[in-house]
């Protein structure tokens, strides 16, 4: 079966700096992912997705970067504040019919005012 | 848009009697409703995926008679945990898929249930 998992449990990051946070993977026939953003005590929140066709792909002060060769993924948050400290999942579906995601161990951002 | 809500946030019960909760889509139709359930300071552990009008999927190790899953309409699922005992104490999270959707998933505020 896929596992997804992350490198970092914590990360501490000064406001104002870039944060990036990174996922591995090990199912090769992955071909969606997404990550997560969850604060203490509510269910997580989209934040952004992408495709295996796509090696990049940016929102709003974030952008995901896949790189299938590896088998890797990451996050990076621009210009970090505050309020993203959370814990970051990543989550990746295997296709091929299959709806269900499955999901890293994720990692923690604290952000220093 | 795609807002889910769940019901009870919070529910605190003694051993032995049985909790329902509730998983909506506010704002869009979902043919597949997913629980999970999150222990602190853990991941997501999918416990079962639910279609509209079908049985319930369940994964591997969680015992489909304790966990009840109706999904009777297209914007309401439910889960109850029957007989709950202290060790169900957990944080049981829904997710819903967009009818038509791929595969993203928009998760509900989750439930917190105490079993004393």
């Known amino acids: 079966g896929e596992s997804v998992g992350l490198h970092l449990p914590t990360l501490s990051v000064q406001e104002g700096d870039n944060s990036i946070i990174n996922c591995a993977y090990s199912?090769?026939?992955?071909?969606?992912f997404i990550w997560y953003k969850q604060e203490s005590g509510k269910g997580p929140q989209f934040i952004i997705d992408?495709?295996?066709?796509?090696d990049k792909r940016q929102g709003q002060r974030v952008t995901v970067l896949l790189n299938k060769t590896v088998k890797h993924l990451s996050l990076q948050i621009a210009a970090t504040q505050p309020g993203d400290s959370a814990v970051y999942f990543c989550?990746?579906?295997?296709?091929?019919?299959?709806?269900?995601?499955?999901f890293g161990k994720g990692t923690k951002l604290s952000v220093i005012p | 848009g795609a807002v889910v809500s769940q019901h009870p946030s919070r529910v605190i019960c003694k051993s032995g009697t049985s909790v329902k909760i509730e998983c909506r889509s506010l704002?869009?139709?979902?043919?597949?409703m997913f629980w999970y359930r999150q222990f602190p300071k853990k991941s997501l552990m999918l416990m079962a995926t639910?279609?509209?009008?079908?049985?319930?999927?369940?994964e591997q190790g969680v015992e489909k008679d304790k966990f009840l899953i109706n999904h009777a309409s297209l914007t309401l699922s439910t889960l109850t945990v029957t007989s709950a005992h202290p060790e169900d104490s957990s944080f049981y999270i829904c997710?819903?898929?967009?009818?038509?959707?791929?595969?993203?998933?928009?998760f509900g505020p989750g439930t917190r249930l105490l079993v004393l």
């Open positions: 997710s819903a898929r967009l009818q038509g959707g791929g595969e993203t998933q928009y």
């Open positions: 199912n090769s026939a992955s071909d969606y």
């Open positions: 992408i495709r295996s066709n796509m």
């Open positions: 989550a990746g579906a295997s296709g091929a019919g299959s709806y269900q995601l499955t």
């Open positions: 704002d869009f139709q979902a043919t597949t």
């Open positions: 639910s279609n509209e009008g079908s049985k319930a999927t369940y």
